[in-house]
């Protein structure tokens, strides 16, 4: 079975530029959740949805940040404007569903550097 | 806060030497506990989790973990390492009441052939 699938891998781009980062949940996974890793913060959950729903935003950073999911198979999560302390590594995972006990499967990843 | 915390931030070990991780989190209520690797250039994989019952669990590749409620604790282990083990190891808490996966910040493991 194919896991989440993720695009792009690698993401370079100047500050002030709209970014775009997708992800392809596992089939038949309802939650979704999108994370950051960097070196300062480790893994920040950012967002999860539910049934396309978006659950808790929370850790949205700012407002320049944004994630939609309109549908089961596809989410993106968007930066405009890119500014460089955005630069990290950004995570999507999908679970069965929301309960606890359910274990989230990680996407490969997108390495954002923003110049 | 809801928080977890990982001991040790880089270990540096021979092969076949024994491994302990320790894991912390702070929160009362009940919580399912995972750890998770990152091998290098990878993503996170789920190396094993716990929700109930036999407080020694084993998971994947010989690693095993024990959850003592009472110290509020679930460290990694494994009898042997291998250079292969190389990777940064993530420990993880959900309390059952917010579903939210709460990362450690990671202990880097590198292991010397």
């Known amino acids: 079975d194919a896991g989440v699938i993720q695009s792009p891998r690698h993401e370079v781009t100047e500050m002030g530029q709209e970014v775009t980062l997708r992800c392809k949940p596992i089939?038949?996974?309802?939650?979704l959740f999108w994370y950051r890793q960097t070196m300062m913060r480790g893994l920040e959950l950012l967002i999860y949805?539910?049934?396309?729903?978006?659950?808790?935003d929370s850790g949205m950073p700012e407002d320049r940040f944004s994630a939609k999911m309109p549908n089961a198979s596809f989410s993106t999560l968007k930066i405009q404007p890119s500014e460089p302390r955005d630069s990290a590594v950004y995570f999507c995972?999908?679970?069965?569903?929301?309960?606890?006990?359910?274990?989230?499967?990680f996407g490969d990843g997108t390495r954002l550097s923003i110049l | 806060a809801q928080s977890v915390s990982q001991h040790n931030h880089h270990v540096i070990l021979s092969e076949a030497a024994s491994l302990e991780l320790g894991c912390n989190y702070s929160?009362?209520?009940?919580?399912?506990l995972f750890w998770y690797v990152q091998y290098p250039g990878q993503h996170l994989q789920l190396l094993l989790k716990?929700?109930?019952?036999?407080?020694l669990v084993k998971g994947i590749k010989g690693f095993e973990a024990e959850f003592i409620k009472s110290k509020f604790s679930f460290n990694l282990r494994k009898p042997s390492v291998q250079w292969s083990d190389t990777a940064e190891y993530f420990c993880?808490?959900?309390?059952?009441?917010?579903?939210?996966?709460?990362f450690g910040q990671g202990t880097t493991l590198q292991v010397k052939p």
């Open positions: 949805f539910n049934n396309n729903v978006p659950i808790d």
């Open positions: 995972a999908s679970s069965r569903g929301p309960d606890s006990n359910q274990p989230q499967h």
């Open positions: 089939s038949g996974h309802n939650s």
């Open positions: 716990y929700f109930s019952g036999d407080p």
């Open positions: 929160y009362g209520g009940t919580v399912n």
């Open positions: 993880a808490v959900i309390p059952t009441n917010t579903g939210k996966l709460i």
